[in-house]
């Protein structure tokens, strides 16, 4: 499975801005796909989650209600839709895609279990 991120750059505080990520290959063995971040000198953070066949979504505390995760599935393209933005949401993002079905929710936030990682975008939000 190979991942390429698009989308992110700069904008304001309280804006919005999409990033997206089209996997290619295997597809059909992804289960679910994902979004985490890494602010420079912090951990990777998870963001948010979508399970590819149910398209069930799963989010990080601290962007609940602010970000939407999608899939198309025609175009194999998991979109991230983040609204009101914080300076605090600036960071890398990465896209990453797991071939392994998930037993507890849980595993879907864990970035341990995401075998397929897509290079990192930036996403800049000024004060």
């Known amino acids: 499975v190979q991942l390429q991120a698009s989308g992110g750059g700069l904008v304001q505080t309280g804006g919005s801005l999409s990033v997206s990520c089209t996997a290619s290959g295997r597809t059909l063995s992804i289960y679910y796909m994902g979004w985490f971040r890494q602010a420079p000198g912090k951990e990777r953070e998870f963001v948010a989650a979508?399970?590819?066949?149910?398209?069930?979504?799963y989010y990080g505390d601290s962007v609940k209600g602010r970000f939407t995760i999608s899939r198309d599935g025609a175009k194999k393209t998991v979109n991230l839709q983040m609204n009101s933005l914080k300076p605090e949401d600036t960071a890398v993002y990465y896209c990453?895609?797991?071939?392994?079905?998930?037993?507890?929710?849980?595993?879907?936030?864990?970035?341990?279990?995401?075998?397929?990682w897509g290079q990192g975008t930036q996403v800049t939000v000024s004060s």
């Open positions: 990453a895609a797991s071939t392994r079905r998930p037993t507890f929710i849980s595993q879907m936030m864990d970035r341990i279990e995401y075998g397929y």
């Open positions: 979508i399970n590819w066949g149910v398209a069930s979504t």
